[in-house]
Protein backbone atom coordinates (compact mmCIF):
# COMPACT_ATOMS: atom_id res chain seq x y z
CA UNK A 1 0.00 0.00 0.00
CA UNK A 2 1.18 3.24 -0.98
CA UNK A 3 1.78 6.72 1.18
CA UNK A 4 0.31 9.66 0.05
CA UNK A 5 2.88 12.57 1.13
CA UNK A 6 1.36 15.98 1.29
CA UNK A 7 2.42 18.48 -0.76
CA UNK A 8 3.22 20.68 1.71
CA UNK A 9 2.88 20.75 5.80
CA UNK A 10 0.80 23.13 8.06
CA UNK A 11 2.06 23.77 11.47
CA UNK A 12 -0.70 22.17 13.38
CA UNK A 13 -0.81 23.94 16.23
CA UNK A 14 -1.87 26.78 14.51
CA UNK A 15 -5.74 27.65 12.61
CA UNK A 16 -5.18 27.56 9.36
CA UNK A 17 -6.74 30.75 8.65
CA UNK A 18 -4.19 32.20 11.15
CA UNK A 19 -1.46 30.17 8.90
CA UNK A 20 -2.74 31.88 6.16
CA UNK A 21 -2.42 35.39 7.00
CA UNK A 22 1.20 34.63 8.72
CA UNK A 23 1.81 33.29 5.30
CA UNK A 24 0.95 36.70 3.58
CA UNK A 25 2.75 38.94 6.67
CA UNK A 26 6.01 37.10 5.52
CA UNK A 27 5.66 38.06 1.99
CA UNK A 28 5.15 41.90 3.36
CA UNK A 29 8.05 44.13 2.76
CA UNK A 30 8.48 46.78 4.88
CA UNK A 31 7.84 50.27 3.11
CA UNK A 32 5.98 49.19 0.24
CA UNK A 33 2.67 49.94 -0.68
CA UNK A 34 0.19 47.47 -1.73
CA UNK A 35 -2.90 47.56 -4.24
CA UNK A 36 -5.87 44.93 -2.71
CA UNK A 37 -5.61 43.21 -6.19
CA UNK A 38 -1.84 42.50 -5.69
CA UNK A 39 -2.85 40.66 -2.06
CA UNK A 40 -5.86 38.89 -3.79
CA UNK A 41 -3.41 37.06 -5.97
CA UNK A 42 -1.88 35.26 -2.46
CA UNK A 43 -4.58 34.80 -0.42
CA UNK A 44 -8.17 33.02 -0.75
CA UNK A 45 -9.75 35.52 1.84
CA UNK A 46 -8.09 38.75 0.85
CA UNK A 47 -10.60 40.92 2.27
CA UNK A 48 -10.78 38.82 5.53
CA UNK A 49 -6.63 38.46 5.54
CA UNK A 50 -6.31 42.64 5.07
CA UNK A 51 -8.95 43.44 7.94
CA UNK A 52 -6.54 40.69 10.73
CA UNK A 53 -3.48 42.46 8.85
CA UNK A 54 -4.60 45.57 9.58
CA UNK A 55 -5.90 45.19 13.04
CA UNK A 56 -2.60 43.77 13.95
CA UNK A 57 -0.68 46.52 12.78
CA UNK A 58 0.88 44.35 9.28
CA UNK A 59 -0.35 46.65 6.89
CA UNK A 60 -2.15 50.10 7.22
CA UNK A 61 -4.88 51.10 5.19
CA UNK A 62 -3.62 54.09 3.04
CA UNK A 63 -7.49 54.84 0.88
CA UNK A 64 -9.57 52.07 -0.69
CA UNK A 65 -7.60 49.27 -1.85
CA UNK A 66 -4.33 50.70 -0.74
CA UNK A 67 -2.00 49.55 1.75
CA UNK A 68 1.54 50.17 3.02
CA UNK A 69 3.53 47.85 5.26
CA UNK A 70 4.64 50.07 7.93
CA UNK A 71 8.41 50.26 7.96
CA UNK A 72 9.65 51.46 11.18
CA UNK A 73 12.79 53.42 12.26
CA UNK A 74 14.04 54.68 16.26
CA UNK A 75 11.67 57.56 15.81
CA UNK A 76 8.13 55.08 15.34
CA UNK A 77 6.81 54.71 12.06
CA UNK A 78 7.58 56.04 8.91
CA UNK A 79 5.41 56.85 6.20
CA UNK A 80 5.58 55.42 2.32
CA UNK A 81 7.69 57.09 0.11
CA UNK A 82 6.16 59.82 -2.02
CA UNK A 83 7.19 58.34 -5.50
CA UNK A 84 6.39 54.54 -3.92
CA UNK A 85 2.75 55.84 -3.00
CA UNK A 86 2.05 57.72 -5.84
CA UNK A 87 3.64 54.92 -8.73
CA UNK A 88 1.40 52.05 -7.20
CA UNK A 89 -1.63 54.51 -7.19
CA UNK A 90 -1.36 55.59 -10.78
CA UNK A 91 0.16 52.12 -11.90
CA UNK A 92 2.69 54.06 -14.19
CA UNK A 93 5.93 55.85 -13.32
CA UNK A 94 5.85 58.83 -15.55
CA UNK A 95 4.87 61.34 -12.75
CA UNK A 96 6.37 64.66 -11.08
CA UNK A 97 6.03 64.51 -7.50
CA UNK A 98 7.40 67.93 -5.63
CA UNK A 99 5.45 70.75 -3.04
CA UNK A 100 4.85 74.61 -3.93
CA UNK A 101 7.76 74.99 -1.09
CA UNK A 102 10.31 74.19 -3.72
CA UNK A 103 9.78 77.85 -5.68
CA UNK A 104 11.89 79.16 -2.56
CA UNK A 105 14.99 77.61 -4.00
CA UNK A 106 14.86 79.94 -7.62
CA UNK A 107 16.01 83.17 -5.40
CA UNK A 108 12.89 85.05 -6.37
CA UNK A 109 12.30 86.29 -2.28
CA UNK A 110 9.66 83.34 -1.59
CA UNK A 111 9.53 82.37 1.88
CA UNK A 112 6.63 80.12 2.29
CA UNK A 113 6.56 76.77 3.57
CA UNK A 114 3.37 74.89 1.75
CA UNK A 115 2.11 71.51 3.54
CA UNK A 116 0.77 70.18 0.10
CA UNK A 117 2.51 68.18 -2.35
CA UNK A 118 1.84 68.71 -5.97
CA UNK A 119 1.31 65.43 -8.98
CA UNK A 120 2.04 66.31 -12.23
CA UNK A 121 0.84 63.47 -14.45
CA UNK A 122 -1.24 62.10 -17.78
CA UNK A 123 -3.76 60.30 -15.95
CA UNK A 124 -5.26 61.79 -12.80
CA UNK A 125 -6.74 65.09 -11.71
CA UNK A 126 -7.99 65.92 -8.01
CA UNK A 127 -7.35 66.01 -4.43
CA UNK A 128 -6.76 62.43 -2.95
CA UNK A 129 -5.80 61.67 0.54
CA UNK A 130 -3.66 58.78 1.46
CA UNK A 131 -3.35 58.29 5.32
CA UNK A 132 -3.21 61.47 6.44
CA UNK A 133 -1.33 63.41 3.72
CA UNK A 134 -2.94 65.13 0.79
CA UNK A 135 -2.13 65.07 -2.86
CA UNK A 136 -2.83 67.50 -4.97
CA UNK A 137 -3.34 65.86 -8.99
CA UNK A 138 -2.62 67.88 -11.77
CA UNK A 139 -3.26 66.36 -15.29
CA UNK A 140 -0.05 67.91 -17.52
CA UNK A 141 0.44 67.36 -21.26
CA UNK A 142 4.10 67.85 -20.91
CA UNK A 143 6.63 67.73 -17.77
CA UNK A 144 10.58 66.62 -17.20
CA UNK A 145 11.23 63.40 -15.42
CA UNK A 146 12.92 65.40 -12.14
CA UNK A 147 12.62 68.86 -10.87
CA UNK A 148 14.40 71.81 -12.98
CA UNK A 149 15.40 75.42 -12.25
CA UNK A 150 13.69 76.74 -15.32
CA UNK A 151 10.85 74.13 -14.90
CA UNK A 152 10.17 75.20 -11.61
CA UNK A 153 10.13 79.03 -12.28
CA UNK A 154 7.86 79.01 -15.29
CA UNK A 155 5.37 76.78 -13.17
CA UNK A 156 5.86 79.30 -10.35
CA UNK A 157 5.18 82.26 -12.78
CA UNK A 158 2.17 80.16 -13.83
CA UNK A 159 0.82 79.57 -10.69
CA UNK A 160 1.42 82.68 -8.77
CA UNK A 161 -2.52 83.53 -7.90
CA UNK A 162 -2.51 79.84 -5.53
CA UNK A 163 0.93 80.53 -3.77
CA UNK A 164 1.00 83.31 -0.68
CA UNK A 165 3.54 85.48 -1.90
CA UNK A 166 3.72 89.45 -3.33
CA UNK A 167 2.82 88.55 -6.83
CA UNK A 168 4.70 91.96 -7.95
CA UNK A 169 7.61 91.37 -6.27
CA UNK A 170 8.03 87.97 -7.05
CA UNK A 171 7.70 89.35 -11.03
CA UNK A 172 9.89 91.90 -10.57
CA UNK A 173 12.68 89.43 -8.95
CA UNK A 174 12.02 86.50 -12.05
CA UNK A 175 12.73 89.92 -14.91
CA UNK A 176 16.13 90.50 -13.09
Known amino acids: METVVPVF ?9 QHAVDQIAKMLHAGKVYRREELARISNAVDRHLRELVSNGALKRLA ?18 DHELVSVFL ?27 LVYNHK ?9 RQFDFRVKPRFPQTLTPEFLLVDAINNLDELAEDRNVVLRMAEQ
Do not use: C, W
Open 9 to 17: QVDSSLPVR
Open 64 to 81: QGLYYAPKKSVFGVLPPE
Open 91 to 117: RDKDFLVFSPSNYNTLGLGMSQLYNKT
Open 124 to 132: RHGIFSFGN
